[in-house]
C-alpha cells in the first residue's frame, strides 16, 4: 500500500526554480524503514538519482545537484518537494517520486511522472 502522485509547473524558463510535489495516500512518509525518493528520466536516457528523505526528515541529495536542490517534506499533507533552481534544458526529463523500502532494498511503489520541460 501507499500510492504516490507528482504534481508539478510541466513548463518553466532557464535559471528559474521549478518545484515539485509528491502527495503519498494510503501510507505515512513518516513510516520507519521507507525512504522517499526523486527518481528523473531525462529523454533517451536511463533513470537516475536525485536524492530521497527518510522517515525522520533526514535527507541525501546527488552531490552533482547539491547546489541547485534540496528535499522537503510537509507532514501535515504527507508530501515531500523538490525545489530545482536555476533550470536549464538539460533538466528536461519525466520525474517520478519512489518509495524505498529499506528492509528489502527495492523500490516499491511509484508515482505515474511528471513531464518537465525547460524552454525559452
Known amino acids: 500500500q501507499g500510492q504516490l502522485q507528482e504534481s508539478g509547473p510541466g513548463l518553466g524558463k532557464p535559471s528559474q526554480t521549478l518545484s515539485l510535489t509528491c502527495t503519498v495516500s494510503?501510507?505515512?512518509?513518516?513510516?520507519?524503514?521507507?525512504?522517499w525518493n526523486w527518481i528523473p528520466q531525462p529523454p533517451g536516457k536511463g533513470l537516475e538519482w536525485i536524492g530521497f528523505?527518510?522517515?525522520?526528515?533526514?535527507?541525501d541529495v546527488n552531490p552533482t545537484l547539491k547546489s541547485r536542490t534540496s528535499i522537503s517534506r510537509d507532514t501535515s499533507k504527507n508530501q515531500f518537494l523538490l525545489p530545482v533552481s536555476s533550470v536549464t534544458p538539460e533538466d528536461r526529463a519525466v520525474y517520478y517520486c519512489?518509495?524505498?523500502?529499506?528492509?528489502?532494498?527495492?523500490?516499491?511503489?511509484w508515482g505515474q511522472g511528471t513531464q518537465v520541460t525547460v524552454s525559452t
Open positions: 528523505i527518510g522517515p525522520s526528515g533526514t535527507s
Open positions: 494510503g501510507a505515512s512518509i513518516t513510516m520507519n524503514n521507507y525512504y
Open positions: 519512489a518509495r524505498f523500502y529499506n528492509s528489502a532494498h527495492i523500490y516499491d511503489s
